[in-house]
Nanobody
Framework: EVQLVESGGALVQPGGSLRLSCAASGFTFSSYAMSWVRQAPGKGLEWVSVINSGGGNTNYADSVKGRFTISRDNAKNTLYLQMNNLKPEDTAVYYC??????????????WGQGTQVTVSS
């Protein structure tokens, strides 16, 4: 059974930083692209970033480019999202998601339960 457990969310002031983690189990983590998506209050899901299985290729939404960095440690089966210069509009529940198959990249399949990030003074 695929399990994705996010952590690291918190209340942070504008301009601050957070590092989210996603612990993966139940599948061969190193074989799948992984993504972060978010959902702000009252809004739909927004794709944030994706990283390929080996970690050498990444993509970002324009809204976070230059501020967020996605990474992974395949030895630890863990996905990360380093978020710097946070803005109030980054407030959302952040989910990590696994690609449906090892050949997918931008597509997301299984989700975690999410972690809340609130950016406010």
């Amino acid at each position: 059974e695929v399990q994705l457990v996010e952590s690291g969310g918190a209340l942070v002031q504008p301009g601050g930083s957070l590092r989210l983690s996603c612990a993966a189990s139940g599948f061969t983590f190193s074989s799948y692209a992984m993504s972060w998506v978010r959902q702000a209050p009252g809004k739909g899901l927004e794709w944030v970033s994706v990283i390929n299985s080996g970690g050498g290729n990444t993509n970002y939404a324009d809204s976070v480019k230059g501020r967020f960095t996605i990474s992974r440690d395949n030895a630890k089966n863990t996905l990360y999202l380093q978020m710097n210069n946070l803005k109030p509009e980054d407030t959302a529940v952040y989910y990590c998601a696994k690609a449906p198959s090892s050949s997918d990249y931008f597509t997301v399949g299984s989700w975690g339960q999410g972690t809340q990030v609130t950016v406010s003074s």
